[in-house]
């Protein structure tokens, strides 16, 4: 029986697929997944979108060329992760690392195998010691050989943010016409700016004619990997690599918690008038969980400032936003994505803010005593050089309050 692929049947309608690194290129940020974590993510992240999870996401479980256990680690994921997500291996241009991708995810549904090329003369060179046509072409090769019916093969040019247009879309007809599934382009070094990733996927997608269906791996080198992530998604691809909390080479890839919030909340403005990114639209409120899943598997910590996912989100410590949360927020937290909001105490508090975590604690406080609590806020957060009051420390203080009056 012939493979279906399904992520080039969901791009080719419109639809989105992320394009999952956080396992395999995350690993570059230093930081590594246990083969059970990785099983977890990737059913988890497939569960955002039901029973559509293998046609919304490929799950890149790893580059099993790298040793023994990263192959197992592979396997295991093609294995567990069956029916969730579309589980890709990632091989370099050559015949062996093919073989043993294609080893490493067979007889899994939905698999797929990602055969990386570089497309200019210096990355050929430094890669593999030839020219960016010859290397190429021997990636489209290697497509051929590789469609065996079992598995799908997709194919990334390395460095198209610096080759030429005209070239990479002869290619990508040539490795479409031999099977690839998808084409992805990488801003390998993330040195491109918007307008000129733009530029890059219209002429190839031009050049490369309606039969190839590309995609985007933007690095975020100079902070522009969002940014050019909508600017390809605008240009019509709809194969999108991301990574949960950016984690990817250097400074990373787009951040899959974004991309996924941005198109569920946006699908209009980012992607037309008509668009239909979904077949089932990602469950936000999963969000915040898988974030914090990544964050323990790898050791990198949410921050304050994090979008979407951050410890920031929801929060509230002064007296306005205390008063009219809706007129400060972009969203409501508490519906969006399932998180409750939550008052701090901080040396910003207003006397509505200190009031209502007193009473949240247990006490009620007449007005003289909201105004000496909320000066001992502000002298504690400051003698303590923390911006943040804990709680109950702050009960201990209104005990000797309340005492005294």
Known sequence: MSYRDVVRESAAAGRVVVWEEAARDGAQAKTLMGAGQRVRLAREQGAMFGADGPRHVVFAAGFPAVCAEEYEAVRQVAAEAEGCVSVAAVCR?????????????????????????PATDAMAGAMV????RAALAAGADLVA???DGHVAVDVCFADASRADHGLMAEYAARSTAAGAGVVLLADTVGCQ??????AMFEAVAAGAGPETVLGSHLHNDLGLGLANSMRALAAGVRVISSSWLGLAERTGLVATEQLLFLLARHPEALLGPDAQPWWTAPDLTRLPGLAAQVSAATGVPLTVTTPIVGSGVGTISTGTPFVEPRIFQPFDPREVLGVEPQVLLTHLASARVVAAVAERLGYRLGREQVRAAMAWVKAHAYRAGRATVDEATFAGYLDGLTVAR
């Open 93 to 117: 241009g050559a015949a062996g690392d093919v073989d043993q991708a294609l080893a490493s995810v067979r007889g899994s549904a939905h698999a797929r195998v990602m055969v990386v090329v």
């Open 129 to 132: 010691h030839t020219t960016g």
């Open 145 to 147: 050989r590789a469609r």
């Open 193 to 198: 700016l918007p307008a000129d990733c733009a």
